[in-house]
């Protein structure tokens, strides 16, 4: 499958899906609106007065990727762990009083630096499931252990959260694939005594998903965004696609409105865009939301199974590699 890698046009002019609004002021911390478009909104300003200036309980879904305080650029500098840890805990509280009960943050993060944050941040939620996001395309030229994951922080706002697992199975392994078919012990945990001729039939779909996010078919993680993906933008520390997809169509719907504080370069308003969710976003930085807004304009009128099919096939394509 092609992506594009221009605005469409039609007999030679620009076809634009949305339009910048403002005249951009670097460092501006008062949000203002930068682009805007018939899905969503990119705003540009400080992520926590954004935060604040949103009606309660008016979004289904957010995901964050924040600073994480290693100094990767001058917004991901703290003074201390400590003020770092009081910055968190600022915009986490703002992002439950926007979500609507049935929604779900994600903060993504190294394991380091959210075990400072879990705690803290779990009283705004019911509950919270630590995800690990493994890669194995990352250089490690230091003298440490070498970094192959990252993780993300799931919290919930209620018991009756949104999660769509039939949209995010994963094949079986071949041991269940080659005995498909069998019945349920009366010892099963399934079974509790009661259904010892019960047959258990594999899900059509595939297997649950589980808490580490490899893409199994031989287990095949999800990569990094790397040189000479299609998504690649100059953004340090930017996020693939196809992680965001995954998380996008566990935990929202179509026509939900899908909020990243921290977009960066825009991958999440882009896989909300791409699988017909509304999207608001901001960052602080003009140049980070003038890449998103150039990907918003790009994205493809294709179906979600598309897209679906589209990861799996990137799934086998790097699995024939290896």
């Known amino acids: 499958m092609t992506r594009r890698k221009e605005v469409p046009t039609f007999f030679g002019e620009v076809q634009l899906k949305g339009e910048r609004v403002n005249v951009v002021v670097e460092n501006n911390t008062n949000p203002v609106l930068f682009y805007r478009h018939e899905n969503g909104q990119l705003w540009q300003g400080d992520s926590i007065e954004w935060l604040k200036s949103l009606p ?28 770092y840890i009081k910055f968190s805990m600022l915009w986490i ?10 929604g779900t943050l994600f903060v993504c993060g190294f394991s380091e630096i959210l075990a400072d944050i879990k705690h803290p941040a779990s009283r705004f939620f019911k509950s919270c499931r630590w995800i690990v996001w493994h890669y194995k395309n990352k250089a490690n030229l230091g003298l440490d252990w070498g970094r192959s994951h990252e993780s993300i922080l799931h919290f919930r706002k209620s018991k009756k959260f949104t999660f769509n697992i039939d949209n995010i199975r ?26 010892g001729n019960h047959v258990w039939e594999p899900h059509p779909n595939g297997a649950k ?12 993680e999800i990569p990094t965004t790397c040189n000479g993906m299609h998504e690649k933008t100059p953004h340090p520390t930017q996020k693939p696609e196809e992680l965001l997809r995954k998380l ?3 935990s929202s719907n179509v ?39 150039d990907r918003i ?26």
């Open 56 to 83: 309660a309980e008016s979004v289904d879904m957010i995901f964050a990727d924040p600073p994480y305080n290693i100094k990767k650029a001058n917004w991901d500098t703290f003074e201390s762990q400590e003020e």
């Open 297 to 322: 304009n790009r994205v493809e009128e294709w179906s979600i199974e598309k897209w679906m099919q589209y990861d799996t096939e990137n799934i086998k394509r790097r699995n024939s590699i290896r």
């Open 255 to 293: 026509g939900d409105t899908v909020l990243d504080p921290f977009c960066g370069s825009g991958t999440t308003p882009v896989c909300a865009e791409q699988l017909r969710r509304k999207w608001i976003a901001c960052d602080l930085s003009p140049e980070y939301l003038d890449w998103a807004a």
């Open 93 to 102: 509280e703002q992002a439950a009083r926007v979500l609507k009960p049935v």
């Open 170 to 195: 994963i094949p079986y392994n071949e041991h269940t694939l080659k005995y498909p078919s069998h019945p349920q012990a009366e010892t099963s945990q399934y079974s509790n005594g009661k259904n």
């Open 209 to 220: 998903p589980k808490d580490v996010l490899e893409i199994p078919q031989d287990l095949v």
């Open 248 to 250: 996008i169509l566990a």
